[in-house]
């Protein structure tokens, strides 16, 4: 099994929607362009990438929405060097179709108050929701190590959520864990590194909100 050597998690750049969600009502979600700052902010995260990177070969999954697509290709990287998938199952949380901006923000006070892994939103999905599809997708990408040929990094362009998702299903992290930690910001980078034991190590953590609250002794 051929596992890479670093896993690159990068949450998109600024989206329209992050500095103004009356937009959400006159737009899908999934066609959300960047703002001038968040192609700023890619680019200047693509420019640290290809320093990490060097001439090493790159396996690119994006979310299949306009905000990641354009932070990935605002990246620059070497085309010769990467082979890039769409990948739906690092979507963005759904919240619905077209959104109230007032109902929105009623149910994010519902979902801070019940929990962010398990509250759904009408018509949409829960947190938990979201990881049973990232578990899927890891599932596929564990599958991809087989080769024996595969690149020795995997980047993941994708959401907040997603990523603090993604780490909570490899590290096994509990609901208490994961419910205590913070979106990472716009353009922001985790990486997960391969170590001499053979595993994998955050190469720096979330922040966090709160601490942990566990039910039992998992915590």
């Given at each position: 099994?051929?596992?890479?050597?670093?896993?690159?998690?990068?949450?998109?750049?600024?989206?329209?929607?992050?500095?103004?969600?009356?937009?959400?009502?006159?737009?899908?979600?999934?066609?959300?362009?960047?703002?001038?700052?968040?192609?700023?902010?890619?680019?200047?995260?693509?420019?640290?990438?290809?320093?990490?990177?060097g001439g090493e070969r790159v396996s690119v999954?994006?979310?299949?929405?306009?905000?990641?697509?354009?932070?990935?290709?605002?990246?620059?990287?070497?085309?010769?060097?990467?082979?890039?998938?769409?990948?739906?199952?690092?979507?963005?949380?759904?919240?619905?179709?077209?959104?109230?901006?007032?109902?929105?923000?009623?149910?994010?006070?519902?979902?801070?108050?019940?929990?962010?892994?398990?509250?759904?939103?009408?018509?949409?999905?829960?947190?938990?929701?979201?990881?049973?599809r990232v578990g899927g997708f890891l599932e596929?990408?564990?599958?991809?190590?087989?080769?024996?040929?595969?690149?020795?990094?995997?980047?993941?362009?994708?959401?907040?959520?997603?990523?603090?998702?993604?780490?909570?299903?490899?590290?096994?992290?509990?609901?208490?864990?994961?419910?205590?930690?913070?979106?990472?910001?716009?353009?922001?980078?985790?990486?997960?590194?391969?170590?001499?034991?053979?595993?994998?190590?955050?190469d720096r953590p979330f922040d966090r909100w709160?601490?942990?609250?566990?039910?039992?002794?998992?915590?």
């Amino acid at each position: 099994m051929a596992r890479p050597r670093r896993i690159v998690l990068v949450r998109h750049g600024e989206s329209t929607g992050n500095v103004d969600d009356s937009v959400y009502e006159r737009e899908p979600d999934h066609a959300l362009a960047l703002t001038e700052r968040g192609r700023r902010q890619a680019e200047a995260t693509g420019e640290r990438l290809r320093e990490r990177f060097g001439g090493e070969r790159v396996s690119v999954y994006v979310s299949p929405y306009r905000r990641t697509h354009e932070t990935l290709r605002s990246f620059h990287l070497d085309p010769e060097l990467i082979r890039v998938r769409e990948e739906p199952r690092l979507r963005e949380q759904d919240w619905g179709n077209w959104q109230d901006r007032d109902e929105v923000r009623l149910q994010k006070a519902y979902r801070d108050a019940y929990g962010h892994f398990f509250y759904r939103f009408a018509q949409g999905e829960s947190g938990a929701d979201v990881y049973d599809r990232v578990g899927g997708f890891l599932e596929s990408l564990f599958r991809s190590f087989e080769d024996p040929d595969h690149p020795p990094n995997v980047l993941i362009v994708t959401h907040g959520l997603a990523m603090r998702l993604f780490c909570m299903r490899w590290f096994h992290w509990t609901v208490a864990e994961f419910e205590s930690l913070s979106n990472p910001g716009n353009g922001e980078v985790r990486m997960l590194v391969l170590g001499d034991d053979g595993k994998y190590t955050l190469d720096r953590p979330f922040d966090r909100w709160r601490d942990p609250e566990p039910y039992g002794i998992t915590g």
